[in-house]
């Protein structure tokens, strides 16, 4: 039987079949928003604080490899507050380390990591399934460094309800409430002196968390703000970015995480009415695995947003919420950017252009480029220059800013061979 690809005009009969419209406030659940029990850790039942960043409980986190440096490694369960559902306050989950050696003065400072995609499954989680040896390797540098390091899971992931995948503010919200319950968990042992730092889909994380910051969490000291692979989008800037068509051969797993994810509208059709018979398993897998267990599944079954989906790729795209949209605002620290020149899932135009708004928008910021390093590379290829940049910072230097000198890159390059992670 044909498949029926709908274009834009006919949004309005998909629109036909919406769901019936879930009460304000209320938070999805169960496994259709990616719920699922991971241990007894996850499972809050009592009453939660009325206040985010409260630090409900900790266990101790199985040891990675890659993290040598850390002296303790920590689950965390902490409250923080919905923005994607406005269901109040909910329960998050991450982890926490504090480095060897000596403490300084007055505490550890601290860095809050924002991670990129994983999936929108519980299963999905860091504080479950470990860091990416990736992500591992980065948050211990700054561990050797002589910071602590907060790493939140996000709403909804490994907590209830489903992952709000690139919902900037929920993501901003999770980082800055478990920088917030790791400051009090350990008073006098990390100090309230935080660096924000994101990859990919936590850039967008890390670029929100510092633009709602002197609103949501006045009290959390905030240095600098890191984010690399950016993902963030400004409308109103002047600097316009080639667009993407959106192509008919193009990935599903993105897409399919957003449909599981919160951007349906809430008065939107299920998932399951935007995905044809041959990719509801796909969707299903959403909900309960994670990206990388996505792409071998869409490579071997030939999937595509031609013949995953019931509308074409841009009738669906306008359907979706824009999640990684901003507006132009000063931020209230010093902010430090990174792109590979290699890195094909995010263009450098594309991260030029969010670049460029930030500059637009007042803010004085250094853009560092990277010839021959991919998305996956920039995250640990920029780290010398982040840790400069941070010390600097905390020395009260001045804020430098090549605002004024960047140049547009042109199309990815060859990525350079032989550098870890750098594929």
């Known amino acids: 039987m044909q498949i029926l690809h709908l274009s834009l005009v006919a949004l309005a009969t998909v629109m036909a079949g919406c769901a019936a419209m879930r009460p304000a406030g209320t938070l999805p659940a169960g496994p259709a928003a990616g719920d699922r029990v991971l241990s007894p850790f996850y499972a809050w039942t009592g009453a939660l604080p009325s206040r985010p960043g409260a630090m409900l409980r900790m266990e101790s986190q199985p040891p990675q490899p890659e993290i ?7 689950r965390i369960l902490y409250t923080s507050t919905d923005a994607r559902w406005r269901s109040g306050v909910l329960p998050v989950t991450g982890t926490l380390y504090l480095p060897k050696g000596e403490q300084p003065r007055g505490g550890w400072p601290l860095v809050a990591w924002a ?7 519980d299963a999905c989680a860091p504080s479950w399934t470990g860091h990416r040896p990736r992500d591992a390797t980065y948050l211990n540098r700054w561990l050797e460094e002589g ?3 907060v790493a939140t899971d996000y709403q909804g992931l490994g907590g209830p309800g489903p992952h709000p995948y690139t919902f900037w503010e929920a993501e901003g919200r999770s980082i800055l409430d478990s920088a917030r319950a790791a400051i009090a968990a350990y008073p006098g042992r990390i100090a309230n002196d935080l660096a924000i730092t994101g990859q990919s889909q936590g850039s967008g994380s890390s670029i929100g968390a510092s633009r709602i910051a002197a609103a949501y969490a006045p009290e959390l000291n905030l240095r600098a703000t890191i984010a690399t692979g950016l993902l963030s989008s400004f409308p109103e800037a002047r600097y316009k970015a080639p667009e993407a068509v959106p192509s008919p051969s193009g990935p599903v797993r993105f897409s399919m995480l957003r449909l599981v994810g919160g951007s349906i ?21 959403a909900r309960e695995t994670c990206v990388d267990e996505m792409r071998g599944y869409e490579q071997q079954q030939g999937l595509n947003a031609a013949n995953a989906f019931k509308l074409e790729p841009a009738a669906l795209q306008t359907l979706l919420v824009k999640t ?11 902010l430090f950017l990174g792109t590979g ?6 263009p450098p135009r594309r991260q030029y252009a969010a670049a460029a708004a930030l500059c637009q928008a007042g803010n004085p910021l250094v853009w560092k480029t990277y010839a021959g390093i991919t998305h996956n590379g920039i995250v640990n290829a920029a ?8 010390r600097a910072v905390r020395a009260n230097a001045p804020t430098e800013s090549n605002c004024g000198t960047m140049t547009e890159p042109g199309l990815p390059e060859p990525a350079t061979a032989g550098i870890r992670f750098n594929d």
């Open 265 to 285: 509208p809430d008065d939107g059709p299920p998932a399951e009415s935007l995905v044809t018979p041959q990719a509801q398993s796909m969707l299903k897998m």
């Open 147 to 149: 910071f602590a390091v």
């Open 324 to 334: 990684s949209d901003m507006s132009l605002v000063a931020l209230p620290a010093p």
């Open 383 to 390: 780290f010398e220059d982040e840790l400069r940049f941070v």
């Open 68 to 74: 040598t440096a850390a002296s303790v490694q920590q």
């Open 115 to 121: 991670h990129g995609t994983l999936g929108v499954a």
């Open 341 to 346: 020149l290699a890195d094909r899932t995010i």
